[in-house]
């Protein structure tokens, strides 16, 4: 299945966004979401029958996940004091990363930090995953679970780190290119 988003402007001017599911080929596609807000990132749960995605209807980024199939099942996720981004699921489809900001006050330094987080839909346990003053972003899980791969500026420009979520070791990619994509 695939799982995207469209924009569409409706006769006053004013854009429209849909969470939409297709077949994997594009055939049958269905409207799961229609808002006048922003609708980012969607993905699907492992098992494909949950999407995890971003919303601004509430004034902010948020995140959300949804059954597509059933009527009613919508799931605010955690939210700290700033905006969510970059959901991605566990390979076991019982938790979501996120990217999470908070709000900071250092005297002359005033603003938002993003670091990885993962929320537990069963246990609704929210475990905070890096912690550092740069930007932590864009987190995926390794196939096993055991990992998690994100970008981040620690060393002033983006680089990408894998962390072990066992042994806490963090280790940095070693790339040469200045511009890098996601994880």
Do not use: C, M
Request: no cysteine.
């Amino acid at each position: 299945r695939l799982a995207y988003v469209t924009v569409s402007e409706n006769s006053n001017n004013q854009k429209i966004y849909r969470l939409q599911i297709s077949d994997s080929d594009g055939y049958n596609p269905q409207t799961v979401i229609k808002s006048s807000k922003p609708i980012l990132s969607p993905s699907w749960s492992p098992n494909q029958n949950q999407l995890a995605y971003i919303s601004l209807k509430n004034g902010q980024a948020e995140g959300f996940v949804i059954n597509p199939f059933e009527k009613n099942s919508e799931i605010k996720l955690p939210k700290l004091d700033g905006i969510a981004s970059d959901p991605n699921w566990h390979p076991d489809g019982e938790s979501v990363l996120l990217t999470l900001s908070k709000s900071y006050d250092q005297g002359n330094y005033k603003g938002f930090n993003q670091d990885i987080y993962s929320y537990n839909l069963d246990s609704k346990k929210l475990e905070r995953l890096t912690t550092h003053p740069s930007n932590d972003s864009e987190a995926n899980y390794s196939p096993d679970g055991r990992s998690i791969v994100f970008s981040s500026r620690r060393n002033g420009k983006k680089q990408i780190y894998i962390k072990n979520l066992k042994t806490k070791v963090l280790y940095r990619v070693p790339l040469n290119s200045p511009h890098l994509s996601d994880p």
